[in-house]
């Protein structure tokens, strides 16, 4: 089913060369219920929800829908998980390290079963899933296993004859809600911090893919943790989502997605019981390129990022902006590049580009391309839908955008590439910071100084320079203004999973 070109084109960044593993063949989800206390529970108010595959439209199984009762146990079960005197709580740190590395173990030994799974769930090819997705939630895994005895406070000099100290304790019950593009990465990069610090957790999956979550609540029994330290309630946003945002007793919430769902998030918050909140959300992220680049690495970076996951990314490199003299050029490249892309079934491992999650992020998408016509872009490729069947787009790329269009303001979320012109680098940069969010840019130069006045210059929490998406589960994630609040990741996501705490002890005065 590959159209348009070879497997080596396309998005391929950390898929190493053949021989390629293959996907499994599912005859059946073995996981589908409600994970609490590890034990699998159907869901309070009776519903299930079905779950699809978005390359052919069938039905791939019926999930246990989690209401508010069923958050309600789910948090009581991780209160009592993370109570003083509890298993959990009076395990030695490095045994949660080592339950850590167990999970990763055996995420490891179902690594080809999971892949295929997320493919089957997303759309997103199975190269993809078992290279990017899976090494990346192992990886973060391992990392956060590594700190678990590393997590420590200090040693305070104070005035006078007092003795000060600080403790790194646990918040408690953390809520996440975790988006469906990225469905076992985003759950590895909630739970894993969370856990290494000695949090409960309550998380709920994106209900457009549940499945690979719901595995891996069976490995979290299966690798040794105790009852209550996960809890896993696929469900809506609007009834488990709400539920975990305004519960008395969650101490923090972690949510990745929309802006928008974000400030509700962070409403229902404030309004509850000031719980704490950290926010991964939208992007509308810049490229600048410029002339002394390696153009050709530029133009393949530039649509890794526009086009990997379909477009499906809060990374997504939706604002190119190439130097002037180069800007006819880099365009007739990244449509030659663009027109090779592999398209076609995801679990084939030639195919290198799939479908859109489902119809309402897909329609959002063409009406988005059908505003670029009508506003005076110019269409250079792509833009229609491919077949009968499934969500296939082919991915798109406008030249001559300006920056009052909506397409160069509005995240598309969608396989969009929107090229700008520009003539100087204070002009790129003001333009590129012209945006309510802030998530991640990218520069492309062979000159150091530019490189670093650029960088310093752009308001965004990741700046790639001369390659794009390089994420690492050592380096902080996060962004500035509308992309969010707080870090994911590296040691700096420790702090968003901790209480500090001060202890002053008055000294006698003996000698």
């Known amino acids: 089913m590959a159209q348009n070109g070879t497997p080596e084109n396309g998005v391929t960044g950390g898929i190493p060369n053949g021989p390629f593993p293959q996907p499994v063949k599912v005859q059946e989800i073995r996981h589908t219920k409600i994970f609490i206390n590890n034990e699998w529970r159907t869901s309070s108010n009776g519903r299930t929800f079905p779950t699809f595959n978005p390359a052919t439209g069938v039905k791939i199984c019926d999930v246990e829908e989690a209401g508010k009762a069923d958050v309600d146990k789910a948090v009581e079960a991780a209160k009592a998980a993370g109570q003083r005197g509890s298993p959990w709580r009076k395990m030695d740190v490095s045994s949660r390290g080592r339950l850590l590395h167990k999970l990763a173990d055996l995420i490891e030994r179902d690594r080809v079963l999971l892949a295929t799974m997320e493919t089957m769930d997303t759309g997103k090819p199975f190269l993809q899933s078992f290279f990017i997705d899976l090494d990346g939630s192992i990886k973060t895994l391992r990392y956060y296993a590594g700190w678990a005895d590393k997590i420590h406070g200090k040693t305070l000099p104070v005035d006078e004859s007092f003795v000060c100290f600080t403790k790194h304790e646990p918040i408690g019950v953390c809520g996440a809600i975790i988006p469906w593009n990225f469905p076992l990465l985003m759950f590895t990069w909630k739970i894993a911090p969370a856990l290494s610090c000695g949090n409960t957790v309550v998380l709920k999956p994106a209900e457009q893919t549940p499945l690979t979550a719901l595995h891996v609540g069976a490995l979290i029994k299966e690798a040794g943790f105790p009852p209550g330290v996960v809890n896993i309630v696929?469900?809506?946003?609007?009834?488990?989502?709400?539920?975990?945002a305004s519960h008395m007793d969650i101490d923090k919430v972690a949510f990745t997605g929309s802006t928008e769902v974000g400030q509700l998030i962070k409403e229902a918050a404030a309004k509850s019981n000031l719980k704490r909140v950290t926010l991964e959300l939208g992007g509308k992220n810049p490229c600048i390129v410029f002339a002394d680049s390696d153009l050709q690495l530029a133009v393949e970076e530039t649509q890794k990022g526009a086009f990997y996951n379909q477009g499906q990314c809060c990374t997504a490199a939706s604002r190119v902006f190439v130097e002037e003299s180069i800007y006819e050029e880099?365009?007739?490249?990244?449509?030659?590049?663009?027109?090779?892309?592999v398209i076609g079934d995801p679990l084939d491992p030639q195919t290198s580009y799939g479908p859109q999650i489902d119809r309402q992020q897909f329609d959002k998408i063409m009406e988005l391309i059908e505003s670029g016509k009508s506003?005076?872009?110019?269409?250079?490729?792509?833009?229609?839908?491919?077949?009968?069947?499934?969500?296939?787009?082919?991915?798109?790329?406008?030249?001559?955008?300006?920056?009052?269009?909506?397409?160069?303001?509005?995240?598309?979320?969608?396989?969009?590439?929107?090229?700008?012109?520009?003539?100087?680098?204070?002009?790129?940069?003001?333009?590129?910071?012209?945006?309510?969010?802030?998530l991640v840019a990218a520069v492309f130069t062979r000159s150091m100084d530019q490189a670093l006045s650029a960088s310093s210059a752009l308001e965004a929490g990741t700046v790639w320079v001369n390659c794009y998406n390089a994420l690492h589960a050592q380096t902080p994630f996060g962004g500035y203004k509308m992309s969010g609040n707080g870090r994911e990741l590296g040691e700096y996501a420790l702090a968003e999973y901790s209480e500090v705490k001060a202890v002053i002890i008055k000294l006698h005065e003996t000698l």
């Open 234 to 244: 696929p469900g809506f946003g609007p009834s488990a989502g709400a539920a975990i």
């Open 330 to 341: 880099f365009v007739r490249l990244s449509v030659e590049s663009t027109k090779s892309i």
């Open 375 to 438: 506003e005076g872009a110019t269409l250079e490729c792509g833009g229609v839908a491919i077949g009968d069947t499934g969500l296939f787009l082919q991915p798109t790329v406008f030249s001559g955008v300006k920056d009052h269009m909506r397409i160069a303001k509005e995240e598309i979320f969608g396989p969009v590439q929107c090229i700008f012109s520009f003539k100087s680098q204070q002009e790129a940069i003001e333009r590129a910071n012209s945006t309510e969010y802030g």
